[in-house]
């Protein structure tokens, strides 16, 4: 019954930012890597930026520069800010984690996906 909510997409023009969140809730033991994927229309599922329980992060290069992950680990949350927006970056954002919610057990987990829209 683990669940992600994200919440932050939307509509920005050009040169705009935003900011994603996406809360981990349920039955939680641990947590590991957090992450942000994206899927344009037609196009495969990428990851943009991921950050793991040590503070490690991983930037795709078309985002770095712009893009920051953080997480805050007392309200289980990741955040994906992002700067400089282009219409490249135009695509549905999904939430990621692998969380354990025994001592034993561990699996991977989506978020329903957020729509970022840059343009004019």
């Known amino acids: 019954q683990v669940q992600l909510v994200e919440s932050g997409g939307g509509w920005v023009q050009p040169g705009g930012s935003l900011r994603l969140s996406c809360a981990a809730s349920?039955?939680?033991?641990?947590?590991?890597?957090m992450g942000w994927y994206r899927q344009a229309p037609g196009k495969q599922r990428e990851l943009v930026a991921d950050?793991?329980?040590?503070?490690?992060?991983n930037y795709a290069e078309s985002v770095k520069g712009r893009f920051t992950i953080s997480r805050d680990y007392a309200k289980n949350t990741v955040y994906l800010q992002m700067n400089s927006l282009k219409p490249e970056d135009t695509a549905v954002y999904y939430c990621?984690?692998?969380?354990?919610?025994?001592?034993?057990?561990?699996?991977?987990?989506w978020g329903q996906g957020t729509q970022v829209t840059v343009s004019s």
């Open positions: 990621n984690a692998g969380i354990r919610t025994a001592i034993a057990s561990h699996h991977v987990y």
């Open positions: 950050i793991s329980s040590g503070d490690d992060r």
């Open positions: 349920g039955t939680i033991f641990s947590i590991d890597i």
